[in-house]
Every structure is written in structure tokens, then in C-alpha cells.
């Protein structure tokens, strides 16, 4: 098992853990804000399952039906762990409306606290594991559920610095609107979340800061030919597809520009990891005169 695969299958596990805290602590108190922190932690369950499943199938290699692989199911992943976090939050949403109308005083807080705060430790370095192994191997599914983690992180500190004011001041009101802050923050993150998957599944570009090491390695190790334009590059979960035209003189062999490629597939991998790369070699007098000048 690659992993990929052994970090999201621990995350099922993780996050079972984290929401039995949880409810534990809502469970003894009754604070409508601590179901919310649990009611976020049953979609990060869920979206745990959502982006194993999706690991498993994007590694499985490319066949007659998938020339270019199956990559981009951990963006179909991310973007139903959008749709789930907003689904939560309309349900904490709900909850604090009841709340807010019968407010109630909140029972063993100071348990209650405690145990919540052992779950936000764990999500905390959970999370932080999973945003650095998501980046190191370029999957989508596992940097979505990182940053998802993270989110809850936040509003668990929110909650429980709020919840302190309520129990010192004795409003009881603050406890339904603790979870509607903390609705209004998963939903941002939800947004955010779908937006930047969707981008993986439209073909979005590399960052420019990408392109111009590829752009650079193009232009220092294509000696022998002429120019090349038309680069366009594109993401899916841990490939990077790039491919471009590159001009030589039209009187130049099918060995030499062939070595020349190479040569430029060599330093472009050099630049990006796994990438995929195609180019379309043509005469000179396709040139445009308007992309990459070999240098």
C-alpha cells in the first residue's frame, strides 16, 4: 500500500476518534456549540471514506478507457467534501436557531472543555501531518482533508474560548452563537475548498512561478533548435501534463530533433515532478516568433 493510501486509511480512524471526543462532550454538557464541533466531525469522517476511496482509484494505472490515468478522482473527492461541509453547516445552522429561541445553561463544563481539547489537539497534528504529506505527494484528496482539519482546529479554539465567556458571565446566548460563527466559518472553508478542487477538474494552469522554471528550462536546453510556443500545462492529482510545440530547421533529422527532446524532457522532469510530456516538433516555418527564444 502506497503511502497515499496508509495516511488516508488512518485518517478514518483518526477521525472516528476525534468525533467519539466530541460527542462525548457535547453529550455531557449540552452546549449546542460543541455540537457543532461534532456535527463538522461526522462530515470529516465521511469525507475520510470519500478520499480513500478516491486514493485507491486515482492510483490504479491508466487503461484502455483512462489513456491518461484516473488522477483526477481526488478532485471529485475534494469538491464532495465541499458540498458535505456545507451540508453541515446548514445543519449547525438549525441547531443554533433552536438554541438561540431555548437557551440552556451549559452542564460539567469543565469536562466537557477538557475533553474537547484533547480532540482539537489531536486534529491539530493530524492535520499538520496531513497538509505535509498531501503536498509531498501531490494528492488533492489528502491536502483538502488537511485543510478541512485545520478549519475545525480554528472553530474548536473559537468555541472554547467563547464558551469560557459564557460560563464566567453566565449568557447563555453566546452558546447558540458560537455555532453559528462556527457555521459561517465551515462554509467559507467549503467554498474555498470546491472552488480550488473545480480548478483541478477544468484543466487549471500551473502557478506562473511553475511555468516560468519550465519556460527557463526550455530555453537553456533546447540548443539546436529554434523556438517554442504554445506551452499549456495542467494538473491532475499527482501528474503534471505539459506539452508544447518546439520549431527546428526544416532540413534538421528525425534523430536529432528526437535527441533534442529528450534532452528537454530530462530538465523539464527536473523542474516538476512527475510529469507527463508531449512535444510536437515542426519545420521553421511554423515558427511564430512570439514564444520561448532558445537561448
Known sequence: MKRVEIFATVNIAVGVSVLALKYLAYHLTGSVALFSDAIESIVNVLTAIAALIAV????QPADKDHPYGHHKAEYVSAVIEGVL???????????????????????APWLGLAINGAALVVNLVWALALLRQGRRHHSAALVADGRHLMTDVVSSVGVLAGLLIAIYSGIRVL?????VLVALNILWSGWKLMKESAGGLLDEALPEEALERIRAAIAKNAD?????HDLRTRH??????VEFHLVVKGSMSVTDAHDICDRLERAIKAEVNDALISIHVEPDDKAKHSGIVVL
Open 56 to 59: 485507491r482509484f486515482a492510483a
Open 85 to 107: 461541509i456545507v451540508i453541515a453547516a446548514l445543519a449547525i445552522l438549525r441547531a443554533a436557531w433552536g438554541a438561540y429561541h431555548v437557551p440552556r445553561m451549559i452542564e
Open 175 to 179: 452558546d447558540p452563537l458560537l455555532a
Open 224 to 228: 539546436g533548435a529554434i523556438e517554442a
Open 236 to 241: 491532475a492529482g499527482p501528474m503534471t501534463f
